[in-house]
Nanobody, 123 residues
């Protein structure tokens, strides 16, 4: 599967953005779809995952971010509300081909990556 992320931009603190990740391939529904982010000078970190009917989030975004997917459109979304300056990063979507539980917070578990989209939260 190939991934194309979009939707980033500049937003004021407290604002919202919705990221999209369009995937090619007919087996999209079989993949765990995740979002990661990487701030300048920091390691890439897990943000959210949609897999097997469940969603998972890093603690710092719980209650503010929502991951969802539309299998008919081969697209996964990340709705980001109440954005904070510390959310500033390049956001990447990623796909994991797995039939069972996996270490979903580890970037190594994901075999396909989108190109990244910049999110900047600043006044």
């Amino acid at each position: 599967v190939q991934l194309q992320a979009s939707g980033g931009g500049l937003v004021q603190p407290g604002g919202s953005l919705r990221l999209s990740c369009a995937a090619s391939g007919r087996t999209f529904r079989n993949y765990g779809m995740g979002w990661f982010r990487q701030a300048a000078g920091k390691e890439r970190e897990f943000v959210a995952l949609d897999w097997s009917g469940h969603t998972y989030y890093i603690d710092s975004v719980k209650g503010r971010f929502t991951i969802s997917r539309d299998n008919a459109k081969n697209t996964v979304y990340l709705q980001m509300n109440s954005l904070k300056p510390e959310d500033t990063a390049v956001y990447y979507c990623a796909a994991a081909s797995t039939s069972g539980p996996f270490a979903y917070t580890s970037a190594r578990e994901y075999g396909q990556w989108g190109q990244g989209t910049q999110v900047t939260v600043s006044s």
